[in-house]
């Protein structure tokens, strides 16, 4: 997915006039620039993602400039495979999802556009954090912007996104903790994931709330969002307001409208999820003592800003590393370098930053290369030393045989 050259065709940015960009509306200047980044991006034709209405999400995004549109939607092609958004893999959906707010396009706003709900009302944020990583989260949010995505573009052409009904009432100071942030930072900011790969995925967002805690929150937000994506918000503190967006009968009866389940349920509970408390069975907090007893998992204590590496050898190229770790103490720090002969060390999986005190982390990697690979694992911390277990193994592709 590198920058496509044979036969490349540039073209300086378009200057901006009356035409809106969208398939139905635009100018002669416009119908020239999507035709030549049709034409640079030949090499990824085959994709039937690549349709003339996503290739000009990406070209409105970046004012029609055909470099910078194609440079964004390359590195989105190559993140979506990387993320596998498509879960291609058939990666399990856990089942404490059931538990957490969707995204349900129902009904149409008054400007055309899908009407897609996310209650978050009730949202039990801290457990949530409790069931998973932060990486395994905002996967499972991707997969499912993917598959709200997938609905809008199936049922709009051209296509202009969603305007989402957010229900934010009664939100608690859960939203505000450094992991909260943090997802919502790596969902949102500039260089996040919403603006880069997901493109004009939101038409506007109304936001129901009473909630003080949100309006921190959004004060928050304003300071790493894209400003083109604050002015798509409106926040609404009854859900009468809705109806200044939607029509009533667009509406669900949940919200003030007249739209109605098959059965005649308001909520459309088959289709939106309302969240409620997650059960403590689902936690996954590992009870460190288990494992300190269990002689399959090493344990150490790594000191204060220190680290330690543990060296893997890989003699045959598609087998996997794979780790699991856990901290009695605090996060850590977790990534993957490659040794070569001559001493050079090469980055496959920069630090992160892992809650593995709350939650086991645990990960794979493919190996691409024949050698010497090192699992690092950080202590992070300036002030304490982290009791650590510890399992990494080396396994065949498929999952089975640890070498």
Request: with cysteine.
């Amino acid at each position: 997915l590198s920058i496509h050259t044979v036969g490349y065709k540039e073209s300086v940015s378009i200057s901006k006039n009356t035409m809106s960009g969208f398939s139905d509306d635009l100018s002669d200047e416009q119908v020239n620039a999507l035709a030549i980044m049709r034409e640079n991006l030949s090499d990824v034709s085959s994709n039937p993602l690549l349709d003339d209405e996503y290739l000009l999400r990406f070209l409105r995004a970046r004012d029609f400039d055909i470099i910078k549109a194609e440079t964004m939607l390359r590195q989105c092609l190559k993140w979506r495979d990387e993320i596998d958004i498509e879960n291609r893999k058939n990666r399990e959906i856990p089942e404490f999802a059931k538990f957490m707010s969707n995204l349900t396009p129902i009904g149409k706003a008054k400007d055309g556009t899908p009407v897609i709900y996310s209650n978050n009302d009730g949202l039990d944020l801290k457990g949530i954090l409790q069931c998973c990583q932060i990486k395994d989260l905002i996967w499972l949010n991707c997969h499912m912007v993917e598959k709200a995505d997938a609905a809008v573009r199936a049922i709009s052409k051209p296509y202009k996104g969603g305007t989402f009904i957010v229900d934010n009432r009664n939100i608690g100071t859960d939203a505000l903790s450094k992991q909260s942030l943090d997802l919502q930072s790596q969902m949102n900011n500039s260089d996040g994931i919403l603006p880069n790969y997901f493109p004009e995925f939101i038409n506007k967002a109304i936001v129901i709330t009473n909630s003080r805690v949100l309006n921190i929150l959004f004060k928050l937000f304003k300071a790493i969002a894209p400003k083109n994506t604050l002015s798509k918000i409106e926040l609404v503190k009854d859900p009468k307001d809705l109806q200044k967006f939607v029509d009533e009968d667009q509406l669900i009866g949940y919200y003030g409208g007249t739209l109605v389940d098959e059965d005649g349920d308001p909520k459309f509970s088959s289709k939106i999820n309302y969240p409620s408390k997650i059960p403590k069975s689902y936690y996954m907090a590992p009870k460190f003592a288990d494992y300190e007893l269990n002689s399959e998992y090493t344990k150490v204590e790594i000191g204060r800003g220190q680290e330690i590496s543990i060296a893997v050898e890989v003699d045959t190229i598609g087998f996997s590393i794979i780790w699991f770790v856990l901290s009695k103490d605090g996060e850590l720090e977790i990534g993957i370098n490659f040794k070569a002969e001559s001493g050079e060390v090469e980055t496959v999986q920069p630090l992160a930053e892992v809650h593995c005190h709350i939650c086991p982390e645990s990960g794979s990697k493919i190996c691409n290369k024949v050698g010497t690979y090192m699992v690092v694992i950080k202590n992070n911390a300036v002030l304490k030393n982290k009791r650590v277990a510890y399992n990494v193994d080396v396994l065949k592709e498929d999952g089975q045989d640890v070498i």
